[in-house]
Each structure stands twice: as structure tokens, then as C-alpha cells.
């Protein structure tokens, strides 16, 4: 038994789930949600780090550009150690184990049936062992530059950040996640000891475990392999990044049967970050917009200019939001037209109760849901620790949401103004 943290037990009565949370004496945020009847478990170990931190403090307390795509590279290189690297230490407990970087956070994962405590000690191990050299690096740059050369032939992929390059002048996100092959190519050792130094410490990372686990024994392994850090310095800081877009339209030709659209409003209400209440707020208006049982959703449909491939996100972190739709369309410049039509047409009807009522209740059932899959429970336990908000209170949001506070979105965002359509088209 742990004697030395805190363990808080978080009760949600309306689910009966329990949550726990501990701070390590090192820094270290753990959360761990126990499911009774599951035989896996799922770990996820996590750092505020992702792709549009592109600064970082020198050892003259300085801040200091990095190459773009750091994090990314940093993430593929923490794998490999001086020995063996851990995916060859995974094998022999039989866990599935990745790695995600993505724009504001980079996490490393496993899932397992069977040991969990040493797959468990493999994570926190080669998570805080770094192990670089010049020639390691050089290696991965080619592959890594294989990857990047790749994914512009991806047009999901490269609609997305075209789009993103049309709505931000300057803010990293809409950079590659992988950053470019010219920026990749400046990333030395030295680099990525810097960036592991500034933000793979403790005081800037969680863990977080669903499933078949325990606590106690989670905080055992923790005493055991846990190394203190010094206090965490940097802070993330806003982008000088301008309300409005770069342009209105972008396009590329690539192998496609047919054209591919990303359309995009850039959003500034809520920043640097939006709250959750926005958020599930905006959820919702999106889904009377735009969902399957949608006006505008069923004429787009009826018209054939879009398919069952058509799909609308909410696209926010620090310092930045838009709200995107996509998919595949004889016609793109016309499915812009007809959305920014329904967003005037719903502004000037207001938002219906009844309608938003029911997929009220049709999200809040999919939240609720989601607590029976321990992949995304661990995944949303550090989304919600890096959010500063709690597991549970998206559940106490949606009973509380009102047509005024969908209104609210409704009168902020989606302006046309602050619109662009990125188009992938077949070649000739």
C-alpha cells in the first residue's frame, strides 16, 4: 500500500463509476477508472507536448525556436534505447503497444490481457529514458521523410492542411504534424534532449489506466520507477495569429475518383482555449446543422452532391478553432454555398427546442456509452486532466445545456467572412 500520495476517490452516482486520482510526490498526475468484469487494461502516458510547441526554453532561460515536427520525431525516437528498444521489451508481456503525437500532446499507450504491472514498469521505463545519437537520428530522418513525402499523396490528409494553411497565417497548426522534410533535416541530438528536458517532466504529464487495475499497485510501480524532476518552467503562450484567413480558396490535383473538400470556418470566439461548456455546445449545434437527420444534411444528399462520406468536426486546442466539413463532391463550391445558407437560415429561425432536445439526449447517450470502452476512457482521462476539467462533468454539462448557450455558439462562430474551401481534384 502506497503511504506516501494522496489517493481522491471521484464518484459519479448517476453512472455508479469510480475514478481515482493521485499527484506523485514527483509531479505526476495519476488517474485510474477500475472496470469490474474486464479482463484488459489500457495505459496511456502523456505529455503536454504536440506539434505546435515550436519554442522552447534554453538554458539561459531564453525561449528558443525549434524545427518544426519535433515532437513527432522526439515520440519515434524514445522508442529505441541503448539495448533493446520497447517494443521488443512489450513482446515478451504480450501487450499492444503505439504511440500518438498529435497538435497540443504526445502519448504513449499499451493495452494488454495479461501482465499488466510489467507492462506498466516497460512504459514508465523507456518513457523516461531517453537515448539519441547522431546516427540514430540521421536514420530516422529518412524515414521520416519518407512518411512526410508519403502523406502528400493522402488526400484526406492533405485537403485537411491545405485547408488549415488557407484559414492561419502563422499559428503551427497548420504545419504538418510531422513537421517538413527541410525542417526535419535541421533536428539534431542535442535538439531533441532539449525538447525532452523542457517537456517531459513530471509536473507536465499524466498517467492515466482503465480496466483491470489498481490503484495501489499503480502508485507502488510509480514509487519504484519514478525519477524527480525539477519544477516545470515553460509556459505555453498565445500565437500572434490574425482573425482573418490567408484565402478563400485552395486546390491541388491528386489521384482521386472524384473531388474531395475540407470547408472551414476559422473560429476566435473562446480563445486561446475554449471551454468545455463551448465545446459540447458546439457539439450539439453542429449535429442540428449538420448531422444525419438534418434539413441541409438530407438535401445535400438528395442533390448527389454528397455522399455518406460527409462529416463535420470541431477542430480546437491552444490558440486555435474551426469548425470543418468534409468529404466527397461532384460540386464543393456549391455544399459551401448551401452551408453557410443553413447557418443563416438557422441564425434567423433561432434554434428549434425540440430538435435540440432530442440530440441533446441523442450525445449525451454516446457519452455515456463511451465509459464502457477503456481505450477511450484512458484517452479522455488525459484529454480532461490537460483541459483542467473532470471526467464527469461533460455528463453534468449536457443535463444542464440550454438552447441559450447553443445560441450563444451559433451568434460567434460560422461566420462566412472567415471561410475557406480547400478542394482535391481528380488529374486531368
Known amino acids: 500500500m502506497n503511504n506516501k500520495t494522496v489517493i481522491n476517490e471521484i464518484y459519479n452516482e448517476l453512472l455508479d463509476e469510480k475514478c481515482y486520482h493521485a499527484v506523485h510526490p514527483t509531479g505526476l498526475n495519476i488517474y485510474c477508472m477500475p472496470k469490474k468484469g474486464y479482463s484488459g487494461a489500457y495505459a496511456v502516458f502523456g505529455t503536454n507536448y504536440g506539434s505546435i510547441d515550436t519554442k522552447i526554453l534554453n538554458k539561459n532561460g531564453e525561449i528558443e525556436d525549434i524545427p518544426e515536427g519535433t515532437a513527432h520525431f522526439l515520440e519515434h525516437k524514445l522508442f529505441e534505447s541503448e539495448d533493446l528498444d520497447a517494443f521488443a521489451r512489450y513482446a515478451k508481456t504480450g ?61 484526406d490528409w492533405e485537403v485537411l492542411f491545405n485547408l488549415l494553411r488557407a ?8 504545419i504538418d504534424i510531422a513537421g517538413t522534410t527541410e525542417s526535419i533535416a535541421e533536428i539534431t541530438a542535442q535538439t531533441l534532449y532539449d525538447c525532452y528536458n523542457n517537456f517531459y517532466n513530471l509536473n507536465n504529464m499524466v498517467l492515466a489506466v482503465a480496466g483491470n487495475a489498481d490503484i495501489n499497485e499503480i502508485l507502488e510501480i510509480c514509487d519504484e520507477l519514478l525519477k524527480p524532476c525539477e519544477q516545470f518552467k515553460f509556459e505555453r503562450k498565445p500565437h500572434d495569429e490574425p482573425e482573418e484567413i490567408v484565402q478563400e480558396y485552395i486546390e491541388e490535383k491528386l489521384s482521386v475518383a472524384s473531388p474531395i473538400f475540407s470547408f472551414g470556418y476559422k473560429e476566435s470566439f473562446g480563445l486561446p482555449k475554449r471551454s468545455l461548456k463551448d465545446k459540447i455546445a ?24 454528397i455522399n455518406t462520406s460527409f462529416g463535420f468536426e470541431q477542430f480546437t486546442g491552444f490558440g486555435y478553432s474551426a469548425t470543418i466539413f468534409s468529404g466527397e463532391s461532384k460540386d464543393p463550391h456549391e455544399v459551401a454555398r448551401q452551408i453557410n445558407a443553413a447557418v443563416k437560415e438557422m441564425r434567423e ?43 464527469f462533468d461533460d455528463i453534468e454539462i449536457f443535463r444542464s445545456l440550454t438552447t441559450a448557450d447553443v445560441k450563444k455558439i451559433l451568434d460567434n462562430t460560422m461566420r462566412e467572412k472567415f471561410a475557406a474551401l480547400s478542394v482535391i481534384n481528380p488529374i486531368d
Do not use: W
Open 95 to 155: 501487450a499492444n503497444a503505439n504511440a500518438y503525437t498529435s497538435f497540443d500532446t504526445t502519448c504513449y499507450l499499451f493495452s494488454c490481457t495479461g501482465d499488466f504491472n510489467a507492462s506498466l514498469r516497460i512504459l514508465l521505463d523507456f518513457v523516461q529514458s531517453p537515448y539519441f545519437t547522431e546516427q540514430t537520428v540521421a536514420k530516422e530522418q529518412g524515414i521520416i521523410g519518407q512518411e512526410i513525402t508519403m502523406y502528400k499523396d493522402v488526400a
Open 167 to 174: 484559414l492561419y497565417h502563422s499559428h503551427p497548426v497548420r
Open 282 to 305: 458546439t457539439n450539439v449545434l453542429l449535429e442540428m446543422l449538420a448531422g444525419t437527420t438534418s434539413d441541409l444534411y438530407n438535401s445535400l444528399l438528395e442533390q448527389g452532391l
Open 349 to 391: 429561425k433561432g434554434v428549434n427546442e425540440e430538435e435540440f432536445d432530442r440530440i441533446r439526449r441523442k450525445l449525451y447517450g454516446r457519452i455515456v456509452m463511451s465509459f464502457n470502452d477503456i481505450d477511450e476512457i484512458a484517452n479522455d482521462l488525459v484529454g480532461a486532466h490537460f483541459d483542467k476539467v473532470g471526467m
